[in-house]
């Protein structure tokens, strides 16, 4: 159980053009997700908090603008990043959390490595 | 401000035991996890820390002391598949308890 499905795992596309990524739990309700990044050899630094239904949380230094979040039901929360460019290549990461308050799991998906050329 | 210190690499052999350290200052705790990452892969889950003490599962344990800002995963009888990141990560008590994590461990496992 708690399976949290990332899509597309890999993007590869030119500088401008805007990427959107989605995060899905699979056999749970998830009222908050998670964004992540990770840079080579690097910890998983929070983006952002999407909450269910309001706007989502973003930690100090991520634009709001540049990483559009949109966490439209209990089970899909989606990341685009617009105007992409070379310096927006990472890995990026999801994470729901099952359950209610501070007994919930985090649970991750596998993931998308974003490439910009 | 939030920090969690952890060695940045460790090698070990196959069959023996290693033991990752962890220490943190965060302004809030509620529970210390464990996770493992191999390299382009999302983390999973090891183990969930919230009272001070040992928690084991299988070759896996965790402990935890919350005084001294202080956890180790013990890994025995290491395998070549053990080869991977450590992640220790601390849920904190403010905004969306939301995990924050330390840099990672990265484990070589020789034979």
């Known amino acids: 159980g708690a399976v949290v499905s990332q899509h597309p795992s890999r993007v590869i596309c030119k500088s401008g053009t805007s990427v959107k990524i989605e995060c899905r739990s699979l056999?749970?309700?998830?009222?908050?997700m998670f964004w992540y990044r990770q840079f080579p050899k690097k910890s998983l630094m929070l983006m952002a908090t999407?909450?269910?239904?309001?706007?989502?949380?973003?930690e100090q230094g991520v634009e709001k603008d540049k990483f559009l979040i949109n966490h439209a039901s209990l089970t899909l929360s989606t990341l685009t990043v617009t105007s992409a460019h070379p310096e927006d290549s990472s890995f990026y990461i999801c994470?729901?959390?099952?359950?209610?308050?501070?007994?919930?799991?985090?649970?991750f998906g596998d993931g998308t490595r974003l490439s910009i050329l | 401000g939030q920090n969690i210190d952890q060695p940045t690499e460790m090698t070990a052999t196959e069959g023996a035991i290693v033991q990752i350290n962890c220490t943190y200052q965060?302004?809030?705790?509620?529970?210390l996890f464990w996770y493992q990452q191999h390299a382009g892969e999302a983390p999973t889950f090891l183990s969930y820390?919230?009272?001070?003490g040992l928690e084991e599962k299988g070759r896996f344990s965790s402990f935890l002391s919350r005084s001294k800002g202080y956890s180790y995963l013990l890994l025995k009888e290491l395998q070549m598949k053990d080869s991977a990141s450590y992640l220790c990560?601390?849920?904190?008590?403010?905004?969306?308890?939301?995990?924050?994590f330390g840099t990672g461990t990265r484990l070589t496992v020789i034979p």
């Open positions: 994470s729901a959390r099952s359950g209610a308050g501070l007994g919930g799991a985090q649970h």
């Open positions: 990560a601390v849920r904190l008590s403010t905004g969306a308890n939301n995990l924050f």
């Open positions: 965060t302004s809030g705790f509620n529970g």
């Open positions: 056999d749970f309700q998830a009222t908050t």
């Open positions: 999407s909450n269910e239904g309001s706007k989502a949380t973003y």
């Open positions: 820390n919230v009272l001070d």
